[in-house]
């Protein structure tokens, strides 16, 4: 009897797993980057907006909820420092290359129309590739949460519009980073206060169903 028990539980669970439905998918997105001020003591960095890319692979199950590993792209954005009058560091211009790669779940609320509305949160690493001398590539833990819709095109092509707000941690120290890093003394300067770099991006693209199992 007890084995027979056992058995009935197994065949449930399988039959349970066999029926959940697995979409694997990649996906490729234009999107534009807009990014914050972060104030210094000495002065004031303003990171500019930029346009850039997103990349995902991931999965959904059952039309429901799913994971994504997502690269976000954003090259040669604008970063400006303006000093203070009563300090004695120069104003200065530079780019800066962010890559950001993250794990994401998402929550998609099906309904009868070709648009489901998905919600999505993730957590993951930034990157900061300073083009100036002496400057720190700093890496930084960066949370990040959205929304938007999944628009149906056919079986195995669709559309996603999605906003993200990324927040990359940032902690009190000395750099030129502006909130990007801690590292380094480039020009001296240091952190007032801890003050996240808020970004947000704006991003519409593809997303092709690779396939499907029952």
């Known amino acids: 009897m007890i084995s027979m028990k056992y058995l009935v539980i197994s065949a449930l669970l399988t039959s349970q ?25 000495e002065g004031l960095v303003d990171v500019g907006n930029n346009f850039g890319f997103d990349g995902s692979i991931g999965y959904i199950q059952n039309d429901k909820f799913g994971f994504e590993l997502n690269y976000s792209g954003n090259y040669q954005t604008p970063l400006e420092f303006t000093s203070y009058s009563f300090t004695d560091h120069e104003d200065f211009y530079t780019t800066v290359d962010i890559h950001s790669i993250s794990l994401n779940y998402l929550q998609y609320f099906e309904n009868m129309s070709v648009f489901t509305p998905i919600l999505s949160i993730g957590s993951g690493t930034s990157i900061f590739n300073v083009r100036a001398d002496d400057a720190d590539d700093p ?28 927040a990359p941690l940032i902690f009190a120290g000395s750099g030129i980073h502006a909130g990007i890093g801690t590292g380094g003394s480039y020009l001296g300067m240091s952190i007032d206060a801890s003050a996240p770099l808020a970004q947000l991006n704006f991003g519409a693209g593809l997303v092709l169903k690779l396939n499907k199992s029952t």
């Open 17 to 41: 797993y066999c029926l959940a439905q697995f979409d694997l998918y990649s996906e490729v997105s234009g999107t534009y980057l807009l990014n914050g001020k972060v104030q210094f003591k």
């Open 139 to 166: 890496v930084r833990f960066t949370l990040n949460f959205g929304g938007g819709t999944l628009i149906k095109l056919n079986e195995k092509l669709s559309a996603r519009i999605r906003v993200r707000y990324f």
